[in-house]
């Protein structure tokens, strides 16, 4: 099975770090000095790169050659998330005081240390408060202020941050030119965009993307608007446009969302574009698009334009009653909002925004903890039960490569017996899972079962194949009702089935 991108291209040294000078200099100099902390703290978002200078700056302190899959019994690598109890750390500790065997220091990486439990806390307190010389922890998190002051206090910290999109654009750009793929500036510059600054999101993206085409086959926009489901750019300013004129969106938001665009993506990629050039109306527009998701997303999405047409009287200026023949329809007189006023809306939104990601990010961030044995446990449970958990499945395979993970989500599955027939949205998404070990992860995963990945555009998918983390869901009376009211304004029928509400 072929290598992910992601981790072909992981740095091996601190040389080879991009994006983080602030943090991979004192690093260095301290390597070259030989004054180490007995503890550093890495923290910044998730695809940073917290955790792989963890382990390349372990290696450089012992003097290890680096490479991704050694192991060397005096680099103890701990998942936060999994072992968040006291007697975890105890045990640790205890360990902790045995001297080295091979390198001058025994160093243990701690990933999403802040997901430890007070006592836990306590006891990691107590070593280093008095850490014994042969010790130094280098502790990773994304989330900073969960942890306590008496822990932070004790460590260096170093703020990893996510790159730039001048920056991200050249590492892609080099990692492409290396394996050969051909790509539009175009179609690079998306990738960047949907990774976030991450480094491993967008070189993963940009190996899902390469299996778009032929070796030798340039990669344009427009194919990884179809990949991903994206709608296209101009098709999203056009529908801004006639909103700002009071024209009906309507017909034009239903093409995108039966192209297969979710309501979700789409009110995302409107966000996007309304921070670029915000304006009165569509500010308050904005604020209605954080409603959109699951469930009924598609109907929260209509409603957020139909609700936002209705102007703040306060906007509203006296005009002549316009003439019915000339005018357009549904066009509503506003006052125009200074530059002032834009840019303090603009200011309110961003921050709005911020807290509103922060939000979800802990939410997100604090689940694992309940669900890890199940995933971890998943092999055990195939083989013992005879029973495959496709939601733990799917979360097993985001653990390898995350956006096969989300491709995979996004299918279908029918279980027949041993038998695994996973039906991906596209033919796009067939390629996807069939192409490069993409479906050796997916068999593998699953031992004791025979895994397919079926062609959608030659076979039927199944009326009892289901989504693998979404719950069959019964509408209420008052649901119902809403959704056959939104079926009439849209001029065709709306569904809920399977968790996916679809026009």
Do not use: W
Not at 15 to 32: C, F, M, R, Y
């Amino acid at each position: 099975m072929g290598k992910a991108l992601y981790r072909k291209y992981r740095p091996i040294s601190l040389e080879t770090v991009v994006g983080q000078d602030s943090v991979t200099k004192p690093l260095k100099e301290a390597i070259s000095s030989g004054n180490f902390s007995h503890a550093y703290i890495f923290t910044g978002p998730r695809g940073c790169g917290k955790t792989s200078v963890a382990r390349i700056f372990a290696h450089e302190i012992n003097g290890f050659e680096y490479e991704l899959e050694d192991s060397y019994v005096d680099i103890i690598e701990i998942d936060g998330a999994s072992n968040t109890g006291v007697d975890n750390i105890r045990d640790l500790r205890e360990k902790a005081m045995i001297a080295p065997s091979e390198g001058k220091y025994k160093i243990y990486i701690i990933d999403e240390f802040h997901m430890l439990s007070k006592s836990a806390f306590n006891a990691l307190l107590k070593i280093l408060e008095e850490p014994p010389e042969h010790v130094i922890f280098l502790l990773a998190t994304t989330n900073l202020e969960k942890v306590p002051i008496t822990i932070t206090s004790r460590a260096q910290i170093f703020n990893f941050k996510l790159a730039d999109g001048d920056t991200m654009f050249k590492h892609l750009k080099t990692v492409a030119e290396k394996e050969g793929i051909k790509i539009k500036k175009e179609a690079l510059d998306i990738i960047v965009s949907r990774g976030g600054g991450s480094f491993r999101d967008s070189i993963s993206l940009l190996d899902q993307i390469s299996n778009l085409k032929s070796k030798g086959e340039e990669i344009t926009e427009k194919d990884i608007e179809e990949a991903l489901g994206l709608p296209n750019e101009l098709k999203i300013r056009q529908i801004l446009d006639n909103f700002e004129q009071g024209i009906s969106v309507t017909d034009a938001l239903k093409d995108l969302l039966n192209s297969g665009t979710s309501a979700e993506t789409l009110s995302s990629e409107i966000i996007e574009k309304i921070i670029e050039k915000p304006t009165g109306k569509t500010l308050n527009l904005i604020s209605n698009l954080f409603n959109v998701q699951y469930p009924f997303a598609e109907a929260k999405l209509l409603v957020a334009f139909l609700d936002s047409e209705k102007v703040p009287t306060a906007q509203v200026v006296a005009s002549p009653t316009p003439n019915p023949s000339t005018s357009k329809p549904n066009v509503y007189p506003r006052r125009v909002l200074s530059d002032e006023e834009t840019s303090s809306k603009k200011a309110a939104l961003l921050a709005r925004i911020e807290k509103s990601k922060k939000a979800e990010k802990e939410r997100l961030e604090a689940a694992p903890v309940e669900k890890e044995p199940e995933v971890a446990a998943l092999t055990d449970s195939v083989i013992q039960a005879g029973k495959i958990d496709l939601k733990a499945y799917v979360n097993e395979i985001k653990d390898i490569n995350g956006m096969l993970g989300a491709t995979v989500e996004e299918s279908r599955f029918k279980i027949d017996g041993n038998n695994i027939s996973i039906y991906p949205k596209s033919k796009t998404y067939v390629n996807i899972l069939k192409s490069r070990g993409n479906l050796s992860v997916l068999r593998e995963t699953a031992p004791g079962y025979q895994v397919m990945v079926i062609d959608v555009s030659e076979e039927k998918v199944p009326d009892d194949a289901v989504f693998p983390t979404k719950e069959t869901k019964t509408l209420s009376q008052k649901e119902q009702k809403q959704i056959d009211k939104l079926s009439d304004i849209m001029g065709g029928e709306v569904k809920e089935a399977s968790g996916q509400e679809v026009f």
